[in-house]
């Protein structure tokens, strides 16, 4: 099993512009996360997902959006990128939720917006 | 103010020293979470405890629900232990699934 990757492992934007992250897991996971992770911070969730159709907003969802259409996959969109959205993203996975439910995290993607 | 506080931030240890980092959390929570990240940046899952003790190899966590505390233990450190330690509480409030609390983290030097 390969578990959580992501892609790309970097990325320089310049403000306004937008992309995708990827985020694919294979070990047939029902809820997938996106965290990111600011220097000196604790990690924010931005959007997560409890199955394929179905997502909802975490603690800083703001200039970004995300879509399950499969179980593996979570690709997370930004939209007009701001200097406030530099940052490394994880993306993370779990069975279900809860205290016996630990979630597998992905390499990471350091993104810098310039 | 942080739901999920860890002491301390920085902790220089010289090699073979019992290390103990502590979390404390300010509500009431289901379960708690212990990860490392790695200096390269990959977060590894440790421990997920709700009550009493867990041990795995030369870690051992601690958790106190009525007190709101967790410790990790590291026996016997070792520089290859040097890495940033994470505690995130999943939390007793709401019927979100995406309720996982992170502390900052604590991170650890081992010296040779």
């Known amino acids: 099993n390969a578990g959580v990757t992501q892609t790309p492992k970097f990325r320089i934007l310049k403000i306004g512009q937008s992309m995708t992250l990827q985020c694919t897991q294979d070990?047939?996971?029902?809820?997938m996360y996106w965290y990111r992770q600011d220097p000196g911070m604790g990690l924010k969730l931005i959007y997560y997902s409890v199955g394929a159709g179905i997502t909802d907003k975490g603690e800083v969802p703001n200039g970004y959006n995300v879509s399950r259409s499969t179980t593996e996959d979570f690709p997370l969109r930004l939209e007009l990128a701001a200097p406030s959205q530099t940052s490394v993203y994880f993306c993370?996975?779990?069975?279900?939720?809860?205290?016996?439910?630990?979630?597998?995290f992905g390499p990471g993607t350091r993104l810098t917006v310039t | 103010k942080n739901e999920v506080e860890q002491s301390p931030q920085n902790l220089t240890a010289q090699e073979g020293e019992f290390i103990t980092i502590n979390c404390s959390y300010s509500v009431g929570i289901s379960a708690l979470h212990w990860l490392q990240q790695h200096p390269g940046g990959g977060i590894v899952s440790l421990f997920m405890?709700?009550?009493g003790k867990k041990k795995h190899g030369r870690l051992i966590a601690t958790i106190n629900i009525q007190e709101k505390h967790s410790s990790l233990h590291i026996t016997a450190s070792h520089p290859r232990d040097s890495a940033v330690y994470i505690c995130a509480a999943y939390m007793n409030y709401g019927g979100s699934q995406g309720n996982l609390i992170f502390g900052k983290g604590t991170k650890l030097s081992v010296k040779p």
């Open positions: 405890l709700s009550s």
């Open positions: 993370a996975s779990s069975y279900s939720a809860g205290e016996y439910y630990e979630q597998y």
């Open positions: 070990m047939n996971h029902n809820y």
